[in-house]
């Protein structure tokens, strides 16, 4: 506990990204975590395959529609913490995962497009949570949207106006954004965490871990802060 999913119909939105950024940062500061790969293509799998997984890390890569419930659930015995990479589509298996969710975050960059795959999201979190509101009224499942690949120096007027619409909409989202950057990228190709890439070949690689650490501390945060409101129940 908790188990945090990754989900977004949208292809490309950040997701893998991400999620092994937060699984990463939770295992450096000792933290036992479980990173569930529930895309078929396996892109954790092919990650750790660079040799550079932390000792906390576990990574789990046998999961189908039939299993995930029980591998999140099962893993969630063994570890503090489970990511879940979800695969970039509406497909019967990321509503499995929301139903074992603790937290959801919904990637997203930030365009008036991709805000709108963000809420085919929110719209599955909305489904899950009356089914569970039917016997308990006040259901909530917390969620946050993050903002990804968003520049480092500017917010575009795009990004500006999907936070308002958002505001108004009452859907939270992280102030933390993962910014567009080369380590990011270069994790995956070098197939290495963000602290064992080499400067002389990626560049602004402290930037990265302080942008990646805040983003961190602040998922660590919302969940406290969604578990201090008494009104969370998993499906049974
Ligand atoms: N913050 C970032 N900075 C730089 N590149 C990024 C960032 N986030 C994602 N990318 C790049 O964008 C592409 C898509 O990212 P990623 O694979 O994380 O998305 P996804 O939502 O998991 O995609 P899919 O739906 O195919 O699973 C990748 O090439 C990745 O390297
Ligand atoms: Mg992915």
Redesign the pocket.
């Given at each position: 506990m908790p188990s945090i999913i990754?989900a977004?119909?949208?292809?490309?939105?950040?997701?893998?990204?991400?999620?092994?950024?937060l699984a990463t940062q939770i295992a450096k500061q000792g933290i036992a975590v479980t990173i569930i790969d529930a895309?078929p293509?396996h892109?954790v799998k092919r990650w750790a395959k660079g040799g550079g997984t932390p000792e906390k890390l576990t990574i789990v890569s046998d999961v189908t529609e039939a299993n995930i419930a029980d591998q999140i659930e099962e893993a969630a015995g063994k570890t503090p913490f489970v990511v879940v990479?979800?695969?970039?589509?509406a497909a019967t298996i990321v509503a499995y995962a929301i139903a074992e969710a603790d937290f959801v975050i919904i990637?997203t960059?930030g365009s008036q497009l991709d805000a709108e795959q963000a809420s085919n999201a929110l719209r599955l979190i909305r489904a899950h949570e009356r089914g569970i509101q039917k016997h308990k009224p006040d259901y909530k499942l917390p969620y946050a949207v993050l903002f990804?690949?968003?520049s480092a120096a500017i917010t575009s007027r795009d990004t500006k106006f999907i936070r308002k619409s958002f505001e108004e909409a009452g859907v939270f989202y992280f102030r933390t954004e993962?910014?567009?950057?080369?380590?990011?990228?270069a994790?995956?190709?070098f197939r290495q965490p963000l602290e064992a890439l080499n400067p002389a070949e990626v560049s602004n690689i402290p930037k990265?871990i302080e942008?990646a650490e805040a983003f961190t501390s602040e998922v660590i945060e919302r969940i406290r802060s969604a578990k201090a409101t008494p009104d969370k129940e998993k499906v049974a």
């Open positions: 990754f977004s119909p949208k292809g490309g939105a950040g997701k893998t990204t991400s999620a092994l950024i895309d293509n892109p990479d979800m695969e970039g589509t990637p960059q990804t690949r968003t993962l910014n567009e950057r080369a380590a990011f990228k994790m995956f190709s990265a942008n």
